[in-house]
């Protein structure tokens, strides 16, 4: 009788394992079914050409991604330079303050950024920042890469702070305090010592913040607004991956789809790029105390 | 008492309301080593912290009554020069993670943005590591990782980082209760060794160490300082009863 229900707890416990690794197995077959669709489709359009080339009047064969590339680049990097201060010293200042009213209010504040559907931000980027240059330019300025690259920053934000916030404070407190017995000013302590033991999960949130924007359409909608043409100029429209995937794929032309396959392709190896760089961060520069 | 450097008067250190340091007043005595010593939760820690005033990061902790540093009120000057005049060694050993065992004993001048030539850096190195009795296991290891070294020897590295900065005064909490036997007694050899240039405040929990090395013991009891004198005469002729209770083992 006893052995029995042994035996029988073991067959559970076994009929219990077998089904986790199998459900498991099944939620990442799409994802595999994904990468390997976007792979098969996309991989027949990239060439050299297509990374150097601009769009193609329609009915010409033969455009490329280059604007849309250089595009997402000049994004990214006006979202890294505003969204990497704010986020590392408020993060710091979490990290710092843990029980501040303040604190628990950009805490709250962090989530609810967190959670706004990024069309909705893509509205205030042209709410805030469009029509108001707009209106004080007399029309000249508009639609331009420093309202795409706002608005991506705003969303880039949360996880900066939030990385930031959890790998300082797991740092531990007496390293501050030695820091401060030698007589180093506050500012010092944690820009010198607690930031840079830090730095491998600040620099992970970084990346997975940057994998995030670099394929928003959303927000750029109403922001940079996406450009046929070339362009450099921060206060004009600008194009991007996403939104060259979007205008694309919605078009009617068989080639235009081809190009926006080839381009989801290059779109999707960079996230992921990205994030195999981040794992790599976090193992390498991991700081031992 | 002649070669006093450092007095508390009338000092009283408040958590909130709670009372953690009552009415203490002592007097340090130039180039020997004092003990602190008592139960858990007596308040050595908290009364070793004012002493360099570390204890304002807390923001919590309130004190009254006076510090007094060669005569001069340690409370009024500015916290970051005590700090350099009286340097600390915590109970974990700490050295800074991401610097090489040189960077971490010169780190109070870098970190102050004090610049020197690489020469007198180099002499700084090599005369707070022979302090800290440490040179001659790291010398052509300076530039690795202070973590990789054993737990007695990142202590003395740390002791070696505060040192760098020349101190007066050296606090120390509990500094040898997270090591092992032979790192505590290289510790105590140091410390012996290193009262002829700095004077040494150390909370204790081991009774045998403040024995071996103290020249003054002091004993708290409840937040109170109930003895105070030289280390021989406390411990063979303790003049509270709490004090003898804890001699002898009654409690601690
Ligand atoms: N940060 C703090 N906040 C509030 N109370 C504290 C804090 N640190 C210590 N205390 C209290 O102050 C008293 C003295 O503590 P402490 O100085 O750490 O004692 P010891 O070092 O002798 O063990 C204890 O009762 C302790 O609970
Ligand atoms: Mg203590």
């Not at chain 1, 990239?46 to 064969?61: D, Q, S």
């Not at chain 2, 900065?165 to 606090?171: A, E, I, Q």
Request: glycine letters at 8%; charged letters at 20%.
């Amino acid at each position: 009788m006893k052995d029995f229900s042994i035996k029988w707890r073991i067959i559970k416990n076994n009929i219990f394992k077998i089904s986790i690794i199998g459900i498991s197995l099944i939620s990442i077959i799409p994802l595999f079914l994904i990468l390997f669709f976007i792979f098969q489709k996309g991989i027949a359009s990239i060439n050299l050409n297509f990374f150097i080339a601009g769009t193609k009047p329609t009915g010409e064969i033969g455009g490329g991604i280059a604007n849309a590339l250089i595009g997402t680049v000049i994004l990214v990097l006006i979202a890294f330079a505003i969204a990497v201060p704010f986020g590392v010293i408020t993060g710091i200042y979490l990290s710092d303050n843990k029980k501040s009213k303040l604190a628990s209010w950009v805490r709250w504040a962090v989530e609810l950024i967190q959670g706004v559907p990024s069309i909705v931000l893509g509205l205030i980027g042209y709410a805030w920042l469009v029509l108001p240059l707009s209106k004080l330019t007399g029309g000249k300025i508009s639609f331009s890469a420093l309202a795409g690259g706002l608005t991506l920053s705003i969303m880039m934000l949360p996880s900066i702070i939030k990385s930031t916030e959890e790998t300082l404070k797991l740092i531990p407190h007496s390293l501050k305090e030695s820091a401060l017995a030698l007589g180093v000013p506050y500012y010092k302590t944690m820009l010198f010592v607690i930031l840079p033991a830090g730095l491998s999960g600040i620099i992970t949130g970084i990346l997975l913040g940057v994998a995030r924007i670099a394929g928003e359409t959303a927000p750029l909608l109403f922001t940079a607004f996406g450009n046929y043409y070339m362009n450099v100029n921060i206060l004009k429209p600008i194009d991007s991956m996403p939104l060259l995937i979007f205008n694309y794929a919605t078009s009617p032309y068989e080639d235009l789809h081809n190009i926006a396959w080839g381009a989801s392709f290059v779109l999707v190896s960079f996230v992921l790029l990205l994030n195999i760089f981040a794992r790599l961060v976090v193992k390498r520069w991991k700081v031992q105390f | 008492m002649e070669g006093t450097i450092l007095t508390t008067k009338d000092l009283f250190v408040y958590y909130d309301t709670k009372c953690a340091v009552n009415n203490v007043n002592i007097e340090f005595q130039k180039n020997k080593i004092t003990a602190i010593m008592g139960p858990s939760g007596c308040g050595k820690t908290t009364l070793l912290r004012c002493l360099n005033r570390i204890h304002e990061l807390n923001p919590s902790a309130k004190v009254e009554g006076k510090i007094l540093l060669h005569g001069e009120d340690l409370l009024a000057i500015d916290p970051i020069l005590v700090r350099r005049k009286v340097g600390m060694v915590f109970q974990r050993p700490n050295p800074f993670p991401t610097m090489s065992i040189y960077d971490n004993v010169i780190s109070g001048y870098k970190l102050n943005g004090i610049r020197l030539k690489k020469s007198e850096f180099d002499e700084i190195v090599e005369d707070s590591l022979k302090k800290a009795a440490l040179w001659k296991e790291v010398q052509h290891d300076l530039h690795k990782r202070g973590t990789f070294l054993s737990g007695g020897q990142q202590q003395r590295l740390c002791i070696a980082r505060a040192l760098a900065m020349k101190p007066d005064v050296l606090l120390l909490d509990e500094p040898t209760s997270a090591l092992d036997p032979i790192s505590t007694s290289h510790i105590e050899e140091l410390l012996v060794e290193l009262k002829k240039t700095v004077t040494i405040i150390i909370v204790t929990h081991n009774l045998a160490q403040a024995g071996r090395i103290s020249d003054y013991t002091s004993f708290m009891y409840l937040g109170e300082l109930v003895e105070f004198g030289a280390t021989d005469k406390v411990f063979t002729n303790p003049q509270n009863e709490q004090t003898e209770r804890f001699l002898t083992g009654k409690f601690g």
